[in-house]
């Protein structure tokens, strides 16, 4: 009996339990059957508990932008919808892992906002959203909800990949409005 209880004892020390646990809200590529979602189950990156689907409290424009077609939530609270994701529990390592994937605070920003589940249970989750965006991201179309689609597949290339893409973006579309523009006024 003795010796069962030291190795129930050592088995129980030994396990690693998750330390300080967070709650994240993902919308986008790390959602269930998505592109990124192997991030959120590999162990490791530390530990992730699926908790629920969810919807935010807040409205938010959520469009799919760049050469990568990547989801982004613009922060502009109140334009747009309340974006249905997925919350999760992360422990500080898959956080950090999370942070380095969104290329926080560099590309992403986070930060804490009200979800509800389809009971009307609310969490208080951080959220990755861009703060500095060109307007035009604005005119496109806004989503409820992400899915990586074949019109618009998810393509990023985390060699290549910058906030400058952002931008890139809205200067090809300028020079393309240019030479649209100066072609048609021949």
């Not at 998505?34 to 424009?61: D, M, W, Y």
């Not at 009971?119 to 861009?130: A, P, S």
């Not at 393309?176 to 006024?185: Q, R």
């Amino acid at each position: 009996m003795f010796s069962y209880v030291l190795f129930a004892i050592n088995y129980v020390m030994s396990t690693k339990l998750p330390g300080n646990l967070v709650k994240v809200f993902v919308y986008g590529t790390l959602k269930r059957g998505e592109p990124n979602h192997h991030c959120l189950t590999r162990n490791e990156n530390g530990h992730s508990r699926f908790v629920c689907e969810a919807q935010t409290i807040k409205k938010f424009p959520l469009v799919i932008g760049t050469r990568y077609n990547i989801p982004f939530l613009l922060n502009k609270p109140g334009s747009g919808h309340n974006i249905w994701g997925e919350v999760y529990e992360v422990d500080d390592k898959m956080f950090a892992n999370l942070d380095v994937l969104e290329d926080y605070p560099d590309y992403y920003d986070r930060e804490i906002q009200q979800v509800k589940n389809k009971d009307n249970e609310l969490f208080d989750c951080w959220l990755y959203l861009i703060k500095e965006f060109p307007e035009q991201l604005l005119s496109k179309r806004h989503l409820e909800s992400y899915h990586n689609t074949q019109e618009l597949p998810y393509c990023e290339s985390y060699l290549d990949s910058s906030k400058n893409d952002l931008h890139v973006e809205n200067e090809l579309n300028r020079i393309k409005g240019t030479t649209l523009n100066s072609t048609n006024a021949q």
